[in-house]
Each structure stands twice: as structure tokens, then as C-alpha cells.
């Protein structure tokens, strides 16, 4: 049995669920090809971008690369800011949508 949930906890957990409702649908709309989830890391707003890629051709299943940028408060990119981008990198893409998005959190909290 855990223990009690704090409710910063609690509200974290609520929110990620909520922003990442779209990215899961990526895998079930053949249509959205992208979506970007505005995240928080340190005090920082950062973009992330979940896109759907066909490493085989257009022929074989969806895989997921992502990118992320720091945003402005009017969500406008950063000049200067941080970004990373696996959409074209030679990283193999992720077999889930939200996996892709998860990876792209990892490399953000690795970097800042």
C-alpha cells in the first residue's frame, strides 16, 4: 500500500493526464499528425511537439518523433532558448505517441 498523495501531487498528475488527452488520440486518428503540449520544467515554458513519422514509407505504421522548444509567455520560441529536435535526428522513433512525449520530458529535465 503507498502513502498519502500530496495535493501539488495530485494536481501535477491531473494536469499531465489532461494536456496529454491529444497525444494519446494520435495513435487512434490517422488524421493528427501532430501535437504540441505546452510543459513546464523549472519556472521555463517549453513546447513539445509529438509528430506521427512513417520511418518504413507511407505503406507501414505510424511511429513518433518529437522536438521541444522554449517558449515566451505569449508562446511565441525563444530567441536563444532551448531546443532539441528528434523529429530529424537518427534517434529511432517511439512505437506510442505518449512514449514519444515522455522521452522528450526526459531529455528536458537531463538538460536544464
Given at each position: 500500500?503507498?502513502g498519502?498523495i ?41 513546447d ?54 515522455w ?8 538538460s536544464?
Amino acid at each position: 500500500m503507498s502513502g498519502p498523495i500530496d495535493c501539488s501531487d495530485k494536481i501535477n498528475v491531473m494536469t499531465a493526464e489532461r494536456a496529454l488527452e491529444p497525444v494519446r488520440l494520435m495513435s487512434e486518428l490517422a488524421d493528427l499528425t501532430a501535437v504540441t503540449v505546452r510543459t513546464l520544467c523549472g519556472g521555463r515554458r517549453f513546447d513539445v511537439t509529438v509528430r506521427k513519422v512513417w520511418p518504413g514509407g507511407p505503406d507501414s505504421d505510424a511511429a513518433y518523433a518529437w522536438d521541444l522548444c522554449e517558449a515566451e509567455e505569449d508562446g511565441s520560441r525563444m530567441e536563444g532558448g532551448l531546443t532539441v529536435d528528434r523529429v530529424a535526428a537518427d534517434e529511432p522513433p517511439s512505437a506510442d505517441p505518449e512514449d514519444a512525449y515522455w522521452s522528450a520530458v526526459d531529455e528536458l529535465t537531463s538538460s536544464i
